[in-house]
């Protein structure tokens, strides 16, 4: 036990004394906030300019009717007159001695309204088709007698709805928010110890002195040192993010919670978060460990690294149908496949798709895997710990249980 300490308090102080360690950490969160900053000041500039060109505004406009609905005195105010001569009109629109013609269908109902208009730029030309529809819209509701009539047309109602699970009041969208917090953890931490996972195995191969370190600590007992020490180092990068969004969250969640809900804690969600989160990443680890024990280089490692990231992250991409349609083969196939688990289980245990059941199956499944992988992770660098230059192979891993199950000559 002295050993492993030894070896993850040496990975992890190396780790975090280096300046680099503390720029990389602490710079994507600065530029974050900056970033976040200089968009929400442009927004801000930008909002009223952007809304208002692609509002309705009085245009000079020919316009046919064939509805029936549009009033001329509603067309005339926003700078419309009827067309004596659409073709004529459509060609000056085209000539740009015109700004804009409308040709208002039989049927504006099943039918869209014509609009030909003078180009103003790309988010300025939504203006014409709101013009043509506040048109129609304003026409319409003269012909209303009922001022409530014409206000429900112009904006209709809101809707409170309540819902209701086992006689409680069923909690809103923030209920997801807590335990979704895990797959936001869990996708950081993988991230963040990819690389460091692959590269603390392999600059030992490279440096050509694990021989030396074996004979004073067991293969096993320098890769659990090395993946806790990496995971501790982890944990200090997420820690710098999590703080400001966690101060991010108390600030934005009280604001919006009158629109989608009260901020509703589940323990068993959270619980079952926790550990979906703790197996998952050690899944993950043990694999970008596997991936390091068995070539020799950084270089070689690369492609190994992308396809073993995008094995755990890949269902992030199917998570909005494994969501909606938890009891289809496909979210089966991503809950229960070992390196989609993690992801997509943390997924559904958030909006709450993922029975007591298939929750506990999930857990044990990737501490199950976690385990088999960190173990095959030790035996490919016990073995391959003295193979410079070569990666390791399929067929030399059957080697090496063949030799060990050959029986020893006396």
Same mark, same amino acid.
């Given at each position: ?23 990389g950490?602490?710079?994507? %969160? ?8 200089l968009?929400?000041? @442009? ?20 316009? !046919? ?14 700078? @419309? ?11 000056a ?16 109902? +099943? ?15 939504n @203006? ?21 009539? !014409?206000?429900? #047309? ?16 069923? %909690? ?9 917090l ?26 050509r ?39 991010? #969250? =108390?600030?934005?969640? %009280? ?7 009260? #901020? ?7 619980? =079952? ?42 269902? #992030? ?5 494994? *969501? *909606?349609? %938890? ?7 991503f *809950?229960y496949?070992? *390196? ?25 499944? !990737? ?13 490919l ?17 059957? @080697? ?8 020893? +000559?006396?």
């Amino acid at each position: 036990m002295s050993r492993l300490g030894t070896v993850v308090r040496f990975e992890f102080v190396r780790a975090v004394k280096k300046p680099a360690f503390w720029i990389g950490t602490l710079a994507l %969160p600065l530029v974050v906030v900056v970033v976040s900053l200089l968009v929400g000041i @442009g927004q801000a500039a930008g909002t009223d300019s952007a809304v208002s060109s692609g509002s309705a505004t009085k245009t000079p406009f020919h316009y !046919v009717d064939h509805s029936g609905l549009v009033s001329e005195t509603v067309a005339a105010k926003w700078g @419309g007159s009827p067309s004596d001569d659409p073709a004529g009109d459509r060609a000056a629109v085209r000539s740009g001695h015109l700004d804009a013609f409308i040709e208002f269908p039989a049927k504006p109902s +099943s039918t869209p309204v014509t609009v030909l208009g003078a180009d103003r730029g790309l988010f300025a030309n939504n @203006g014409y088709g709101a013009l043509a529809s506040r048109v129609l819209e304003q026409s319409v509701a003269a012909q209303v007698d009922d001022a409530e009539a !014409v206000h429900i #047309l112009r904006s209709p109602p809101d809707a409170d709805v309540t819902t209701y699970a086992d006689g409680h009041v069923a %909690p809103g969208w923030l209920s997801v928010v807590p335990p979704l917090l895990y797959v936001a953890a869990f996708f950081g931490l993988v991230i963040l110890l990819a690389s460091r996972m692959v590269t603390v195995v392999v600059e030992e191969k490279e440096n050509r002195i694990s021989e030396m370190i074996l004979t004073t600590v067991t293969a096993g007992t320098l890769i659990r040192g090395k993946v806790l020490a990496m995971l501790l180092v982890g944990l200090v990068q997420v820690g710098v993010f999590l703080v400001p969004g966690l101060l991010s #969250l =108390a600030v934005v969640l %009280p604001l919006v919670a009158g629109r989608v809900g009260t #901020l509703a804690v589940d323990p068993w969600r959270m619980v =079952a978060g926790a550990l979906l989160l703790v197996g998952g990443v050690l899944l993950a680890s043990a694999l970008f460990v596997a991936v390091g024990a068995s070539v020799p280089t950084i270089k070689d490692a690369s492609t190994l690294q992308s396809a073993a990231l995008f094995a755990v992250i890949i269902p #992030l991409y199917a998570a909005f149908f494994v *969501t *909606t349609t %938890p009891s289809s083969p496909v979210a089966a196939f991503f *809950t229960y496949f070992p *390196t989609f688990t993690p992801v997509t289980a943390m997924v559904r245990n958030a909006v709450g798709s993922l029975s007591v059941v298939e929750t506990v199956v999930c857990i044990v499944e !990737v501490f199950v895997v976690a385990t088999v992988l960190l173990w095959f992770a030790e035996y490919l660098f016990r073995h391959s710990v003295a193979q410079y230059g070569t990666k390791v192979s399929l067929r030399q891993i059957a @080697g090496w249980r063949r030799s060990r199950a050959m029986p020893r +000559s006396r």
